[in-house]
């Protein structure tokens, strides 16, 4: 069945089968004769235009197989006859020259059966020597073709048998890494965790000091600070400063000590200009040294 159905052709439409009383009582014919031969009834189905054309289809070519294997088997049986005659005649002529096979012996009737099974393996069609030659040679060929083939594949087995150890090996370190990075992934993502509140945290702060420096940074400028003012011009300054007080405090004193001295109009008035005038040499001192300082730092 399954043999006949592979020769169905699908392209078989409804409309070209047709639904025709004949065909249906050839399936049926068919199909009745093909189920008792495997001993089963024909199961029951609806009879459509497809399953009728599929089944006609197969009725066909199984009829056509039927009557090919019949006369191949006609054939068949028609040179078995042949052969059995052939082989009387032949009996009775080694009979008429004393060359039956009963007066042989027992040893040259089993080589004979071995030489014609010999025979049969090399498919050879005589007994010549020349043919169990070509016979052999052409065996000792397949045999060096077949050795050949053999060598090869077992190369190659041995190569694929190296691969796949190798793949092995490497998907054994693979697996061993896979487990250690699975076993890692907790400390990781722990680690990771905390860079990222760290990280969370140092972006607040830029921002919060970006906020501090532009507040510093508007003070500064409200207060008139330039770049020329800087921490070593100050500290420089603030020396001058100290030198200044220490040269103007004995000034300030002797001043002081004039207040308690009675009034003379003329004396004060020489030592008050003469203080002014150490004053004012001082601060023109003060101002030279701030000046240098200046521009040594520009």
Request: aromatic residues 6%; proline residues 3%; negative net charge.
């Amino acid at each position: 069945m399954s043999d006949l159905s592979s020769t169905v052709d699908p392209s078989i439409s409804e409309g070209t089968s047709g639904f025709d009383t004949s065909r249906i009582a050839e399936v049926k014919a068919w199909l009745v004769s093909q189920f008792e031969a495997a001993g089963k009834d024909v199961p029951g189905f609806e009879y459509t235009p497809r399953s009728v054309a599929h089944l006609h289809a197969l009725a066909t070519a199984s009829q056509a197989k039927t009557q090919a294997a019949g006369i191949v088997a006609a054939d068949l049986r028609q040179k078995a006859t042949e052969y059995r005659s052939q082989a009387a005649r032949i009996r009775e002529i080694l009979e008429n020259v004393g060359l039956a096979q009963e007066s042989f012996p027992q040893s040259a009737v089993a080589s004979v059966q071995v030489l014609a099974n010999v025979a049969n393996l090399l498919n050879v069609r005589d007994t010549e020597m020349s043919s169990y030659l070509v016979a052999m040679g052409d065996i000792s060929l397949r045999k060096t073709g077949v050795e050949e083939k053999r060598a090869k594949v077992q190369k190659e087995s041995i190569l694929l048998l190296d691969y796949t150890r190798k793949a092995i090996a490497r998907l054994t370190y693979l697996k061993r890494i896979l487990a250690q990075l699975e076993d890692d992934v907790p400390s990781c993502e722990a680690q990771m965790h905390h860079w990222k509140t760290n990280l969370e945290i140092m972006l607040s702060k830029e921002r919060q000091y970006l906020q501090q420096y532009s507040n510093y940074k508007a003070i500064l400028n409200r207060v008139g600070y330039t770049s020329d003012i800087s921490h070593g011009v100050l500290v420089e300054m603030d020396e001058h400063r100290r030198d200044l007080e220490k040269k103007t405090k004995p000034i300030l004193d002797t001043l002081r000590s004039y207040q308690d001295l009675p009034p003379d109009k003329a004396l004060a008035a020489l030592a008050i200009e003469d203080k002014r005038r150490q004053y004012a040499a001082a601060e023109k001192y003060l101002e030279d040294v701030l000046q240098s300082a200046l521009a040594t730092t520009e």
